[in-house]
């Protein structure tokens, strides 16, 4: 099955500030990467997917970027709600796979 | 809109077993793919199982055999049958609409989530 790594797995940061998280494939995903934004107790969202569709009501301040095996997301200005864990997850191969995460904190 | 409300979970003993449901709502259930994804208490997540808006189902290699995925899309409800639990079945499992009928593995919609626990 395909690993996704995410780096880092965790990054200090402010409100305002832009920042890009990172999610690496074994082998090529081609673009079919998604990506989750998951708050304590609550269940994981859609944000992107294929690498850079932005998902129903996502706001314009997140956008995906990469092919093959690397993959970004920025998120453009850090809003005090964006502080959270975010996924990634490929369905290239079967089965489909998730990064272990990346924690956004303050 | 929407909603995915998942239950049924619990406490249950090593070996034993337990069936969750999904109830859905806001969209035609019957004509997509469903799945079951877990996550273990602190942990990433894990996809579970899908089945197929006409009743096929695949599984991953660690609940193959155990879990059983079915649907009634007359009552717009979607089931886990879980059988032989173990520890690492331990995990909040939850509901997520896949994109088409046939498995796209694209996670628009999820549920809230279940907790199951398995301990003696």
């Known amino acids: 099955e395909i690993v996704l790594t995410q780096s880092p797995a965790t990054l200090s940061l402010s409100p305002g500030e832009r920042v890009t998280l990172s999610c690496r494939a074994s082998?090529?995903?081609?673009?079919?990467l998604a990506w989750f934004q998951q708050k304590p107790g609550q269940a994981p969202r859609l944000l992107i997917y294929?690498?850079?569709n932005r998902a129903t009501g996502i706001p314009a301040r997140f956008s995906g970027s990469g092919s093959g095996a690397d993959f970004t997301l920025t998120i453009s200005s850090l809003e005090p709600e964006d502080f959270a864990v975010y996924y990634c997850?490929?369905?290239?191969?079967?089965?489909?796979?998730f990064g272990q995460g990346t924690k956004l904190e303050i | 809109e929407v909603q995915l409300v998942e239950s049924g979970g619990g406490l249950v003993q090593p070996g034993g077993s337990l069936r969750l449901s999904c109830a859905a709502s806001?969209?035609?259930?019957?004509?997509?793919?469903m799945n079951w994804v877990r996550q273990a208490p602190g942990k990433g997540l894990e996809w579970v199982s899908v089945?197929?808006?006409?009743?096929?189902?695949f599984y991953a290699d660690s609940v193959k055999g155990r879990f059983t995925v079915s649907r009634d899309n007359s009552k717009n409800t979607l089931f886990l049958e879980m059988n032989s639990l173990g520890a690492e079945d331990t995990a909040v499992y939850y509901c997520?609409?896949?994109?088409?009928?046939?498995?796209?593995?694209?996670?628009?919609?999820w549920g809230q989530g279940i907790l199951v626990t398995v301990s003696s």
């Open positions: 089945v197929t808006s006409d009743g096929s189902s």
């Open positions: 806001g969209f035609t259930f019957s004509s997509y793919a």
């Open positions: 997520a609409k896949d994109g088409g009928a046939w498995p796209k593995y694209h996670f628009d919609y």
């Open positions: 997850q490929q369905r290239s191969t079967w089965p489909p796979t």
């Open positions: 082998q090529s995903v081609i673009s079919s």
């Open positions: 294929e690498t850079s």
